[in-house]
């Protein structure tokens, strides 16, 4: 039996750190927190051992999905380039959304609570995904040419750029690079990006993407635009391919795509 408190008090402990932790949390999460962990260890104490004992372990999964980002990064850390396609439904369920490409492969978008993911797959396998994290979430690119700081910085922050393409309209306004650079540079080039899926485009950056975009139509030089846009935003997702740009200018996430999978 103590063995058995202890367990639920050290799950009750860390509840409680991981909310005093993130100062983002409000007092009615605390509490509520709090008030499951004391009603466990009371039903512990007075019966009904084995399904209290299931019901601490869902309390506690269901808090550190709720009130952290470990299930978020535990899902994104499984997923990467030349695995197989069936892996992105052991992870994340049905897709949200399919499209395909002209070239036939297929695009699959998958939502979390902290990110949309949108991945290419061609027999079997995938070989480029994509990953639009949402406000507050902070996902692990230390294995992209842009590191740690990559969602923090500007494009211009990155060097070795191989390709680059833009796009303003309507419909959707982006910017996506390759680098050749990362971790695993050796097997799939890191991607970043901007895309308006979050919110439109503030008038300063407008003016960098239609620029950009009108001057490589007429085939202008764009090489003071490219640096001039590089120094000025900021990627907003990341991701990693071994079939460079094409394919992915698809699966860039817009925002009527991105208002769709959240209603």
Not at 62 to 74: A, E, M, R, Y
Not at 100 to 107: H, L, V, W
Not at 139 to 152: I, V
Request: proline letters at 3%.
């Amino acid at each position: 039996m103590m063995v058995i408190f202890n367990d639920v008090k050290n799950k009750k402990e860390v509840i409680d750190k991981l909310i005093n932790d993130d100062n983002s949390q409000n007092n009615i999460k605390h509490k509520w927190a709090k008030i499951i962990a004391f009603f466990s260890i009371v039903a512990i104490a007075f019966g009904g051992l084995n399904d209290t004992i299931d019901a601490v372990d869902k309390i506690y999964n269901i808090t550190l999905s709720q009130f952290t980002d470990i299930p978020s990064h535990n899902k994104l850390s499984k997923i990467y380039v030349r695995a197989s396609e069936e892996l992105l439904d052991d992870t994340f369920g049905a897709p949200s959304y399919i499209k395909k490409t002209t070239s036939g492969d297929f695009i699959k978008y998958y939502k979390d609570k902290r990110f949309i993911l949108s991945s290419v797959t061609r027999d079997g396998a995938i070989v480029a995904f994509l990953v639009f994290p949402k406000n507050n979430f902070i996902p692990n690119t230390s294995e992209h040419a842009g590191g740690d700081n990559l969602l923090f910085t500007p494009f211009s922050s990155k060097e070795s750029v191989t390709d680059i393409r833009v796009n303003a309209s309507r419909s959707v306004s982006y910017y996506i690079e390759e680098n050749p650079v990362g971790e695993f540079s050796n097997l799939y080039s890191s991607i970043a990006g901007y895309s308006e899926f979050l919110m439109p485009l503030d008038q300063e950056k407008q003016k960098l993407f239609y620029r950009l975009s009108e001057a490589l139509v007429i085939g202008d030089n764009v090489s003071e635009l490219v640096v001039n846009l590089r120094n000025k935003v900021i990627p907003n997702f990341y991701g990693y391919s071994i079939e460079g740009l094409n394919d992915l200018e698809s699966a860039i996430l817009t925002l009527t795509e991105y208002r769709l999978m959240m209603k």
